[in-house]
């Protein structure tokens, strides 16, 4: 009987301690709920990394990283960013998929898949996040492309490389590139080749999470320098 009572006891204490591990959980999940989300600056941002699925893109010289993973580190990376900024952020792709329809010619079918989304987006922006390879190991930095006979484009692609010479230390001028992407729908689009995955300094840099993010918080600085105007150059510089 008594060996009941304190087994009752016992019961009823796991319940209490139960209930307020349960009730504390409830609060906390109300109080996230109840938390005022960023403030939609009304602005959306078709973000595509760069192939995906069977096609890697180019590879690591040291590592074999694909192209296609470090594209959507930056570019998860960046959507964090810019969601904080107060921007609705599209993604062509969020995982190591291809968007072509399975029969059809590869390249055109996955690149009109992303241009209905961004179609379907209407986005205010689009940057197609990239990575470069050159048979020279020595050459590296980051480096903008607009539409070919794109003034506004060759304008906005000097900005953003700006602050990416500024944050990543490279001294490379922006260039006209005839990329699908970049020609397919009416929306100020740019491509942006993050670093040579053929330089093996530049590329152990690319392959690490700490400087994604950092190429990723330059990107969101000069996107916001374009769409904003009033953003600090310089903030690109130090991610923190
Ligand atoms: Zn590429």
């Known amino acids: 009987m008594l060996r009941n009572i304190i087994i009752k006891k016992k019961t009823i204490l796991i319940v209490l301690a139960g209930l307020i591990v349960f009730g504390g959980l409830t609060a906390l999940c109300l109080t996230a709920a109840i ?46 960013f810019l969601r904080e900024a107060g921007y609705t952020v599209v993604m062509t ?29 209407s986005p205010d922006f689009v940057l197609s996040v990239h990575q470069n390879s050159y048979p020279r190991k020595d050459i590296s930095g ?24 500024g944050a990543l230390s490279s001294d490379r001028v922006a260039k006209s590139g005839d990329y699908y992407i970049l020609q397919c729908s009416g929306a100020p689009s740019l491509l942006v080749e993050c670093g040579f995955l053929s330089n093996p300094t530049e590329e152990a840099l690319l392959v690490t999470t700490e400087y994604q993010q950092k190429v990723a918080y330059a990107l969101c600085t000069s996107i916001r320098m374009l769409l904003e105007g009033d953003i600090d150059p310089h903030e690109g510089a130090e991610h923190k």
């Open 35 to 80: 938390t005022p989300a960023v403030a939609s600056n009304g602005m959306t941002i078709v973000i595509d990394p760069g192939h995906g699925g069977i096609d890697g893109g180019v590879v690591g010289v040291n590592t074999g990283k694909k192209e296609s993973d470090v594209n959507l580190g930056i570019s998860l990376s960046l959507r964090h």
């Open 93 to 121: 792709r969020e995982s190591d998929v291809d968007l072509a329809e399975s029969g059809q010619p590869f390249k055109k079918s996955d690149m009109q898949a992303r241009k209905k989304i961004i179609d379907d987006a």
């Open 142 to 165: 980051a480096q903008v492309f607009y539409a070919p006979g794109s003034e506004q484009g060759k304008e906005n692609a000097n900005k953003v490389q700006s602050v990416l010479n």
